[in-house]
């Protein structure tokens, strides 16, 4: 167990609708990264936020936004779901420093239908 | 960007033998990381290196940092069937937050 925390583990939607996924951080840590993971693209990067600002993005979507909360949860919202959207989203978390000593979340699993 | 070549794709071994993987970019790296991922879960920090020409060990795992800070080494040796999964190398940079995944080594060990 990782100490990350994401829900919900699956998520089947239909395209055109709107979806959240939540992530709690491990105790302590300030960034929150999120990653999607398809079977043609492998892990990508989506986007960091640190202590509830935005650090860094990836091959984040427009449909795509995020947000960390002032108790440092993060959430991702996926609009206008395209089937190509299906995949595993991972939220990681890290101890400020060791940026690339991340801690992933168990994933949820979109399935777009 | 930044991309991380991985080989080989996929393994096959028999229980008991040692594993080679490594990862190569065009890039520098300032830190290599070294993932696995067992079915339907997250990927979990094996080992991580800090310094070209690092040598870290983590158990029956091995990583090395290349010397020319572009490349990494993962060996398992002795591998048990517990082994299974998928090994990411990643590579961080350090000046744009940003963790770089390799596609992946799907290990496969007879028992």
């Known amino acids: 167990d990782s100490g990350v925390t994401q829900t919900p583990k699956h998520l089947i939607t239909a395209t055109g609708q709107r979806v959240t996924l939540r992530c709690s951080p491990r105790?302590?840590?300030?960034?929150v990264y999120w990653y999607q993971q398809s079977l043609d693209q492998g892990l990508q990067f989506l986007i960091q936020?640190?202590?509830?600002?935005?650090?860094a993005k990836g091959n984040i979507l427009e449909r795509f936004s995020a947000q960390q909360f002032p108790d440092l949860h993060s959430e991702l919202n996926l609009s206008s779901l395209e089937l190509g959207d299906s995949a595993l989203y991972f939220c990681?978390?890290?101890?400020?420093?060791?940026?690339?000593?991340?801690?992933f979340g168990p994933g949820t699993r979109l399935t777009v239908t | 960007g930044q991309q991380l070549n991985q080989s080989p794709q996929s393994m096959f071994i028999q229980e008991g033998e040692d594993v080679s993987m490594n990862c190569t970019s065009s890039?520098?790296?300032?830190?290599w990381l070294w993932y696995k991922q067992d079915p339907g879960e997250g990927p979990v920090l094996l080992i991580a290196l800090y310094k070209a020409g690092e040598l870290t060990s983590n158990g029956r795992l091995t990583a090395q940092f290349g010397t020319t800070r572009k490349d990494s080494f993962l060996n398992i040796s002795a591998s048990i069937p517990s082994d299974v999964g998928i090994y990411f190398c990643?590579?961080?940079?350090?000046?744009?937050?940003?963790?770089?995944f390799g596609k992946g080594t799907l290990l496969t060990v007879n028992p």
């Open positions: 105790s302590g840590d300030l960034s």
């Open positions: 990643a590579g961080w940079g350090g000046s744009n937050y940003k963790l770089t």
């Open positions: 890039s520098i790296f300032n830190t």
């Open positions: 936020y640190y202590n509830g600002e935005e650090r």
């Open positions: 990681a978390s890290s101890v400020e420093g060791r940026v690339g000593e991340q801690y």
